[in-house]
């Protein structure tokens, strides 16, 4: 944490500002593989489309501010909008349709477990992914560029110095409010439908419902990490939707550890300056993450923060 | 004047052609216990599932306190007062016995949409909870994973976890499954204790706690019921003695 704070001074200091950009990249993925975590790792949802409420958040961040730059209204039913350029207004317009998306979404995924799960949340962030690269007025396959970062009043957002700290700060109100959630009479429900939903449900939970939910608060957190990233990169493109990405949270959730927030956050720090190191030494980076990854799975089954925590009780 | 709980009328189950209930009527009077027992197949199970809600009669009906809940899903059933213990037992391993049970009673609260407050800290579930867990002497072992619990004392959560809430009805489905002759002694007591309070009906292959516990007894063979009576009733019937405690004397 002190780290993270201090972090940006020092790289001012010796002149490597690149640092605080991908710094601020790997912040808004921890917070996208928190998203995540709340439902796999707590509610044992494995969504393999988890990149679409990303993509949508972005797409949302690009779009209001793509019609202010324009000029032309968003739509005029019923009633008229001319898109923004405000990030929390921004912000607020992203939860609300990741959460729609959602829910229409889950109402159907839900009704499957396990493997089908996984199919269908890909396939409807497929049919997303598709959705975008046909829509021609917002650069279909090629993207959309945005005119600037999004304004939040006081403060200069197209300053990286100044974004990184926005970035810490939402990333930081994220993990309180999941802790919050995941410790809440809501999270130990979500927790049981993982460990035995049919035992849930002779217990008397209508578990159906608690688990959309929950997918659809994870939606909008993912959502908001969308936004962000739309705004660090000033550009956003179909991509965002794809299942690499959703393929990348959920390793970065898996290597933290499953069912913890910090694993989460710790997943998406390892997993994005290993790709960054490897990567500098050689294109195929991936060949030496994956066995990685897999030792990981096999000799640590609750990820990188199960094996810190385990340090840190046979300490004690 | 007696008063029926829970009763099926005429209550088939079939699967893909294989009659697994056949016209099961069965009746729960209040504050019964009430034991089902048959040959391995007969199909209890699958009438606890349906009197429960997990499965969907193919025919037939499910009344509670005389009004219909054939169509009830399991967690309605189970808000409105019908409770079930597993055969295999299903408590939550990844948590403390206090969360186990803490949840049960959660259940039975309104809704669970809250997102805020700590629930370790909500004083009202623990003590709740607590109180569960020391009428099955399970006080000691609150703070304890369910998964480390000895067998016994997990088949104790198990049937603990079911009365949360005060129900009217609690299906038991084998609850001394595995557990010993000492620990089906002393679960048989506990369930003796509870007579009167709650309208039991157990499935139970341990004739000792059969004979012990029930006030009446229902005989299921190939999923049809060819008895039900009181223990010597039982006892003395001679279709029973044919089908099923004549096998297993001889």
């Known amino acids: ?316 | 004047m007696t008063e029926v709980v829970l009763h099926t009328e005429n209550l088939c189950k079939n699967y893909a052609g294989l009659a697994a209930n056949t016209n099961v009527n069965l009746q729960l009077i209040k504050g019964e216990i009430h034991a089902l027992i048959g040959p391995n197949g007969a199909g209890k199970s699958t009438a606890i599932a349906q009197l429960s809600g997990e499965l969907s009669p193919s025919s037939g009906s499910v009344y509670f306190n005389g009004a219909e809940v054939t169509d009830k899903p399991v967690f309605d059933r189970a808000t409105m007062g019908i409770s079930r213990s597993f055969q295999v037992t299903s408590v939550f391993d990844e948590m403390t016995v206090l969360e186990n049970l803490a949840l049960a009673v959660q259940a039975h609260q309104g809704h669970s949409y809250f997102f805020w407050a700590a629930i370790n800290k909500n004083r009202k579930l623990n003590q709740q909870a607590c109180e569960l867990a020391s009428q099955f002497g399970l006080e000691q072992h609150q703070k304890l994973l369910a998964g480390a619990l000895a067998h016994g004392e997990k088949r104790q959560l198990e049937v603990a976890m079911t009365l949360a809430g005060n129900p009217q009805v609690l299906l038991l489905d084998e609850p001394m499954a595995g557990i010993g002759p000492g620990g089906s002694k002393e679960l048989t007591q506990l369930l003796d204790g509870l007579r009167g309070r709650y309208s039991i009906l157990l499935v139970e292959h341990d004739m000792d706690a059969v004979f012990a516990l029930a006030d009446r007894i229902s005989v299921l063979v190939y999923g049809e019921i060819i008895a039900t009576g009181t223990v010597d009733e039982i006892r003395n019937n001679e279709k029973v003695q044919q089908a099923y405690l004549g096998h297993s004397e001889n």
């Open chain 1, 1 to 316: 944490m002190i780290v993270l704070i201090l972090l940006p001074f020092v790289a001012e200091a010796v002149d490597e500002s690149y640092v605080i950009s991908s710094m601020t990249r790997i912040m808004i993925f921890a917070m996208a593989a928190v998203s995540l975590d709340l439902i796999v790792g707590y509610g044992a949802m494995v969504s393999f489309g988890h990149a679409a409420f990303v993509g949508l958040g972005a797409y949302v961040a690009a779009i209001l501010s793509f019609h202010i730059n324009d000029g032309s209204a968003v739509f005029n039913f019923p009633f008229s909008f001319d898109g923004s350029n405000n990030l929390f207004l921004i912000l607020i317009v992203a939860i609300f349709v990741a959460a729609i998306v959602a829910a229409l979404t889950g109402l159907i995924s839900l009704r499957t477990h396990g493997i089908h799960f996984i199919m269908i949340t890909l396939a409807f962030a497929q049919m997303l992914y598709y959705l975008f690269i046909s829509l021609d007025t917002y650069g279909g396959e090629d993207g959309l560029l945005m005119p600037g970062r999004n304004q939040v009043p006081f403060i200069d957002t197209a300053d990286d110095f100044t974004f990184y700290y926005l970035c810490l700060l939402i990333l930081v109100v994220y993990i309180f409010l999941s802790r919050r959630l995941v410790n809440s009479q809501f999270g130990r429900v979500i927790r049981g439908c993982k460990l035995n939903e049919k035992r849930m449900q002779s217990l008397g939970f209508n578990t159906y419902w608690y688990r959309l939910t929950a997918y659809i608060i994870a939606a909008t957190g993912a959502a908001v990490a969308g936004v962000l990233l739309a705004n660090k990169t000033e550009f956003v493109d179909p991509g965002l939707f794809s299942w690499h990405l959703s393929g990348e949270l959920l390793v970065m959730v898996i290597l933290g550890g499953l069912g913890s927030i910090y694993g989460a956050v710790i997943g998406a720090f390892v997993y994005l300056l290993l790709e960054q190191v490897l990567s500098a030494y050689t294109e195929h980076w991936m060949f030496f993450l994956g066995p990685f990854l897999i030792l990981v799975v096999i000799y640590a089954r609750h990820g990188i923060y199960g094996v810190l925590q385990n340090k840190v009780l046979s300490n004690d």
